[in-house]
């Protein structure tokens, strides 16, 4: 039989976003009665996320530093004509730390895995079991929504956790390899050293078409990985994904779409969003009370227009939340690639900025 529960706030969404706007409403008010509610019977999916300590807000670290992994000082960047190690920080998260954590966290019946949403509104979320969930506020982290009415290009991308039979002997993390062949748009690869003898590898490229050919990659990691001289082991964990690059089209309809009064606070599978997005958890933090109303005021967006290949393109800028969705240009490379690499992540983190103010997104992050 159906039942109504009631509660404070309900997070659609258990994903980096949903997960980490969990942590932070939870610390910020321990007496608050959250539901964090997702179709996959873990927080985050399968997922690895990485960023730069430059990306994130000093105020704002107290969120991620208990989802931290791995951390480096340093880290290298390549291109046909240039390379050059650059100074600086570099974390990742993986998604079974945040599962970790957001369970420690949130009591048990907070946490409403495996319930599939039918639908969603500004203070109820209904259950396809026919329960119904009613919130003085409801957040919707799921994603972008619906994005028939934009132009997109596509991000995509193969990643694999290698077990080594040999350590190898790259200290720092490869952030950008763009000295391998240029397949279809821009390409890279990016490789992170999780211990001696266990690497991250993967091979990203734009496309004008979403299609993925998972053994094709495969194959292009197994050429590269021969080349760089590891002898693997065994395939630890893989993950893969396509991601829209919005080129045009009517804006409005993407994340800051205002649904009933609310918006979404997070893009994390469709669209590409800076480590500053962290900034969203915090501004949901000190909020007075928890009507809908105050959590849509919480979040705004903006456009701003940006080109690939000639044509107008558009980028998402969360005025409150460093929300960002750009477009990527494949084929900017080589010596204005290599200028910006040092500031800016091509896994799932960020935008990268060139000297002529034009601009590709790398990975998502937040």
Same mark, same amino acid.
């Given at each position: 039989?159906?039942?109504?529960?009631?509660?404070?706030?309900?997070? #659609?969404?258990?994903?980096?976003?949903?997960?980490?706007?969990?942590?932070?409403?939870?610390?910020?008010?321990?007496?608050?009665?959250?539901?964090?509610?997702?179709?996959?019977?873990?927080?985050?999916?399968?997922?690895?996320?990485?960023?730069?300590?430059?990306?994130?807000?000093?105020?704002?670290?107290?969120?991620?530093?208990?989802?931290?992994?791995?951390?480096?000082?340093?880290?290298?960047?390549?291109?046909?004509?240039?390379?050059?190690?650059?100074?600086?920080? /570099?974390?990742?998260?993986?998604?079974?730390?945040?599962?970790?954590?957001?369970?420690?966290?949130?009591?048990?019946?907070?946490?409403?895995?495996?319930?599939?949403?039918?639908?969603?509104?500004?203070?109820?979320?209904?259950?396809?079991?026919?329960?119904?969930?009613?919130?003085?506020?409801?957040?919707?982290?799921?994603?972008?929504?619906?994005?028939?009415?934009?132009?997109?290009?596509?991000?995509?991308?193969?990643?694999?956790?290698?077990?080594?039979?040999?350590?190898?002997?790259?200290?720092?993390?490869?952030?950008?390899?763009?000295?391998?062949?240029?397949?279809?748009?821009?390409?890279?690869?990016?490789?992170?050293?999780?211990?001696?003898?266990?690497?991250?590898?993967?091979?990203?490229? /734009?496309?004008?078409?979403?299609?993925?050919?998972?053994?094709?990659?495969?194959?292009?990691?197994?050429?590269? #990985?021969?080349?760089?001289?590891?002898?693997?082991?065994?395939?630890?964990?893989?993950?893969?994904?396509?991601?829209?690059?919005?080129?045009?089209?009517?804006?409005?309809?993407?994340?800051?779409?205002? #649904?009933?009064?609310?918006?979404?606070?997070?893009?994390?599978?469709?669209?590409?969003?800076?480590?500053?997005?962290?900034?969203?958890?915090?501004?949901?933090?000190?909020?007075?009370?928890?009507?809908?109303?105050?959590?849509?005021?919480?979040?705004?967006?903006?456009?701003?227009?940006?080109?690939?290949?000639?044509?107008?393109?558009?980028?998402?800028?969360?005025?409150?939340?460093?929300?960002?969705?750009?477009?990527?240009?494949?084929?900017?490379?080589?010596?204005?690639?290599?200028?910006?690499?040092?500031?800016?992540?091509?896994?799932?983190?960020? #935008?990268?900025?060139?000297?002529?103010?034009?601009?590709?997104?790398?990975?998502?992050?937040?």
């Amino acid at each position: 039989m159906a039942s109504t529960i009631s509660c404070d706030v309900a997070i #659609v969404g258990a994903g980096l976003a949903g997960g980490m706007i969990a942590l932070a409403l939870k610390a910020k008010h321990p007496a608050l009665d959250v539901r964090l509610i997702d179709a996959a019977p873990v927080v985050g999916g399968n997922h690895l996320w990485s960023f730069f300590g430059s990306d994130v807000a000093q105020a704002d670290r107290w969120i991620v530093a208990p989802l931290v992994v791995h951390a480096w000082r340093g880290y290298d960047v390549r291109f046909p004509a240039h390379e050059r190690t650059i100074d600086a920080t /570099y974390y990742s998260i993986e998604s079974t730390r945040l599962d970790r954590e957001v369970r420690r966290v949130l009591p048990a019946h907070a946490l409403m895995l495996g319930r599939k949403v039918s639908g969603a509104s500004a203070t109820a979320v209904v259950l396809a079991d026919g329960d119904r969930i009613e919130a003085t506020g409801v957040i919707d982290a799921r994603g972008a929504g619906d994005l028939s009415l934009l132009d997109l290009a596509w991000q995509k991308f193969l990643g694999r956790e290698l077990a080594l039979s040999v350590p190898h002997e790259s200290p720092r993390p490869m952030v950008m390899d763009a000295t391998i062949p240029q397949i279809d748009g821009y390409r890279f690869v990016y490789c992170l050293p999780f211990s001696a003898d266990r690497m991250f590898v993967e091979d990203t490229y /734009y496309s004008d078409t979403p299609d993925l050919d998972i053994p094709v990659l495969g194959g292009r990691i197994d050429d590269y #990985v021969t080349a760089r001289g590891w002898s693997v082991e065994s395939v630890v964990r893989e993950e893969s994904g396509v991601l829209p690059v919005a080129m045009g089209g009517i804006s409005r309809r993407i994340g800051g779409r205002v #649904v009933l009064g609310w918006r979404r606070p997070g893009c994390a599978r469709e669209c590409f969003i800076r480590p500053r997005g962290t900034r969203c958890r915090t501004r949901f933090g000190p909020l007075p009370c928890w009507r809908a109303s105050a959590i849509s005021r919480a979040r705004s967006f903006t456009m701003r227009p940006t080109r690939w290949r000639g044509r107008r393109g558009s980028r998402v800028a969360s005025t409150g939340c460093s929300t960002r969705c750009c477009s990527a240009p494949p084929n900017r490379r080589n010596a204005t690639a290599s200028s910006s690499a040092s500031t800016a992540s091509p896994h799932r983190s960020s #935008v990268v900025s060139t000297p002529d103010a034009r601009r590709f997104p790398t990975r998502r992050a937040f």
